[in-house]
């Protein structure tokens, strides 16, 4: 198979694309990288590529509402800007910085905090179904649900639904 040669499979994955450390802040719309691939560079430019390649399809999985866009070979230094939401933009310069330090202050700058990320994940963890019914629950009983038969303890089951009857007219 052609598309399982090279590096490049392993970054498709879900693995991979879960490893992701990056979750931007829910208030950035649009994440560009720009960035050249030839001439003379400083080494933290050479590696810029190589966040590219293997950071930002980690960043586009875990943040799908954010438009991910690279310029390759329009600047004269690499950069990464951000929009915002209210219209408000950050430019991000990662001119001879490294994969990791270019994550890492990314992180910091505009990534949600530890604290927001725990938060979220518990909340997402903790959602109830509303169709469960006993105590702890929303309904208490299964009759509060529209639908469904009265609790016979307040209005008797008809007697073609109950066995004891059902048996004996068969008898």
Same mark, same amino acid.
Not at 121 to 149: R, S, T, W, Y
């Given at each position: %198979?052609? !598309? %399982?040669?090279?590096?490049?499979?392993?970054?498709?994955?879900?693995?991979?694309?879960?490893?992701?450390?990056?979750?931007?802040?829910?208030?950035?719309?649009? !994440?560009?990288?720009?960035?050249?691939?030839?001439?003379?560079?400083?080494?933290?430019?050479?590696?810029?590529?190589? @966040?590219v390649f293997w950071n930002i399809p980690q960043i586009q999985y875990k943040n799908p509402k954010?438009?991910?866009?690279? @310029?390759?070979?329009?600047?004269?230094?690499? !950069?990464?800007?951000?929009? !915002?939401?209210?219209?408000?933009?950050?430019?991000?310069?990662?001119?001879?910085?490294?994969?990791?330090?270019?994550?890492?202050?990314?992180?910091?700058?505009?990534?949600?905090?530890?604290?927001?990320?725990?938060? +979220?994940?518990?909340l997402a963890e903790k959602q109830d179904n509303?169709?469960? @019914?006993?105590?702890?629950? %929303?309904?208490?009983?299964?009759? +509060?649900?529209?639908?469904?038969?009265?609790?016979?303890?307040?209005?008797?089951?008809?007697?073609?639904?109950?066995?004891? @009857?059902?048996?004996?007219?068969?008898?």
């Amino acid at each position: %198979m052609p !598309f %399982m040669k090279g590096k490049a499979p392993i970054r498709r994955t879900l693995q991979y694309l879960n490893a992701g450390q990056l979750m931007l802040k829910d208030k950035v719309k649009i !994440f560009s990288v720009n960035y050249n691939t030839y001439g003379e560079h400083h080494e933290g430019a050479r590696q810029v590529p190589d @966040f590219v390649f293997w950071n930002i399809p980690q960043i586009q999985y875990k943040n799908p509402k954010v438009q991910v866009v690279t @310029f390759k070979n329009m600047t004269p230094s690499p !950069f990464i800007r951000c929009y !915002f939401e209210n219209g408000k933009q950050m430019l991000i310069d990662i001119d001879s910085k490294n994969r990791q330090e270019i994550l890492q202050h990314l992180t910091t700058v505009v990534g949600k905090s530890d604290a927001t990320l725990k938060a +979220e994940a518990k909340l997402a963890e903790k959602q109830d179904n509303p169709a469960n @019914f006993g105590v702890g629950c %929303m309904k208490h009983c299964i009759c +509060e649900i529209p639908g469904q038969l009265p609790c016979p303890g307040v209005v008797p089951v008809p007697q073609h639904m109950r066995g004891k @009857f059902k048996y004996q007219m068969k008898e």
